[in-house]
């Protein structure tokens, strides 16, 4: 009003009473509107930390839990299967199996589960492994040291929480080394994975990963068998498996094709060869025998190891297979013939989930497979080579593709070949085969 203090006073006390009224009246509306602006205010903050929070910790699709109480209770879990971790045979390795809450289906028996192995730079191959196969899957993932343990750890909070497809379906254990121990993320810790909008950032972030990795390179004494043992006892109430690498794809309809043969009854001595090619471009991969064998006539797949090892892969008789008389779409998976094994046959295979285990004693490069495949014909196996189901395996198999002490990985591993086929003979005396 351009008065000093003590003129507004008495400006307010000489003035009539009916505007004195007026004057007190409108101050305390304005009063009124400002304590209802901040409090307003407030209310938009408090949701604007919350829409915040949720961003950075989101909560798992299909429950009501905050990201908070959700990672309390992973971290429950994780913290359980530390506790539960076990040594491997050899003390070398420490074994978390089952890191996420399992989540029970309606699972049958009588049911074939994919297991598979994969260092944490090949994670991003479980997209694939996932959108192809429809069944159950039991991945064991090897963290070379103390950081790609906690990266693991991450990674499996991050796909629990955004990919319930894979929280249904996927069965997550982790091997590392004795030296390096389990260490749990807290919430800030996940900046990175915790901020990621969806199921298929998190597959990207895994696949960034995987470039430029050259085969295990990084992964020092890349244990397979381990891993694929490890994989094999995390199957829970399922009479099959088949073991893959994760980078190998499934055909279509391959699981419950297999299920329909297997109702049947078969004989429980017999495995399930599933033929294995190389696809040069992944951008589609073929999901029928049709769609694979136009691709073959033009050169784009081609015969699993054929430049690297044909031997390794010559017993599955790939021209019979490819010869087979046509199926109609509809046809039921079949068995297309049986054939001894020759060494060195490493075939993929479906069998029972008692068949005997792979020989943890052979790590990265060579003879891991031949030598389980030698201890199922010396146990009396047959191989029976299904018709019209098949894995690919992403990219053709070059001799540059590997890591430059691969060479020297074979003729360790070759020399334990031999001691292990003379263990075979003490093992099954009485059996009349040879590796």
């Known amino acids: 009003l351009g008065l000093s203090r003590e003129k507004r006073g008495c400006w307010v006390v000489c003035m009539p009473p009916s505007m004195r009224c007026s004057f007190f009246r409108v101050a305390l509306i304005a009063l009124l509107l400002v304590a209802l602006l901040q409090l307003l205010y407030l209310s938009l903050l408090s949701n604007l930390h919350g829409q915040q929070q949720r961003s950075a910790y989101p909560v798992p699709v299909g429950t009501s839990h905050?990201?908070?109480?959700?990672h309390r209770e992973l971290k429950e879990h994780l913290r359980a299967a530390k506790v539960g971790g076990i040594l491997d045979s050899s003390g070398q390795y420490w074994i978390y199996r089952h890191l996420l809450p399992h989540e029970k289906g309606n699972w049958k028996d009588l049911d074939v589960v994919l297991a598979s192995h994969a260092s944490v730079n090949n994670l991003g191959h479980l997209q694939d492994l996932v959108q192809h196969w429809d069944g159950r899957i039991s991945l064991a993932l090897f963290a070379s040291n103390a950081v790609q343990a906690k990266l693991a750890v991450m990674f499996v909070y991050a796909l629990s929480q955004l990919c319930p497809h894979v929280r249904q379906r996927v069965s997550f254990h982790l091997v590392c080394k004795s030296s390096d121990r389990v260490t749990f993320p807290e919430l800030e810790d996940l900046s990175d994975f915790?901020?990621?909008?969806?199921?298929e950032a998190v597959f990207s972030k895994a696949a960034d990963m995987g470039i430029k990795v050259v085969n295990y390179a990084g992964n020092a004494s890349y244990p397979n068998n381990l891993l694929r043992n490890v994989a094999r006892a995390g199957i829970e109430s399922a009479a099959y498996v088949l073991v893959v690498d994760i980078d190998m794809v499934p055909s279509e309809g391959l699981r419950s094709g297999f299920v329909n043969l297997a109702t049947g009854g078969v004989d429980?001595?017999?495995?399930?060869?599933?033929?294995?090619?190389?696809?040069?471009?992944?951008?589609?991969?073929?999901s029928t025998k049709e769609e694979l064998m136009r691709l073959y006539q033009v050169g784009e797949v081609r015969a699993f190891y054929e430049e690297l090892c044909p031997r390794c892969q010559a017993p599955t008789n790939y021209s019979l297979w490819i010869n087979l008389p046509e199926k109609k779409p509809a046809a039921k998976l079949g068995v297309a013939y049986v054939v001894e094994w020759k060494d060195?046959?490493?075939?993929?295979?479906?069998?029972?989930?008692?068949?005997?285990?792979?020989?943890?004693r052979f790590k990265q490069y060579g003879f891991n497979r031949i030598s389980q495949a030698c201890e199922l014909n010396?146990?009396?196996?047959?191989f029976a080579v299904l018709d019209s189901a098949f894995l690919l395996h992403k990219g053709h198999k070059l001799p540059g593709d590997f890591h430059s002490q691969k060479d020297a990985e074979n003729r360790r591993n070759r020399q334990l070949y031999r001691g292990f086929k003379e263990e075979l003979r003490?093992?099954?005396?009485?059996s009349s085969r040879r590796c």
Do not use: K
Not at 66 to 70: A, H, K, V, Y
Not at 276 to 283: D, G, K, L, Q, Y
């Open 66 to 70: 905050t990201g908070s109480q959700w």
């Open 344 to 360: 060195p046959w490493e075939p993929f295979y479906i069998g029972r989930a008692d068949v005997p285990a792979y020989d943890e």
């Open 268 to 286: 429980q001595h017999l495995v399930f060869v599933v033929p294995a090619f190389e696809i040069r471009h992944t951008r589609r991969l073929p």
């Open 378 to 382: 010396m146990a009396g196996f047959s």
């Open 194 to 199: 915790a901020t990621l909008p969806n199921c």
């Open 426 to 430: 003490l093992r099954y005396p009485e």
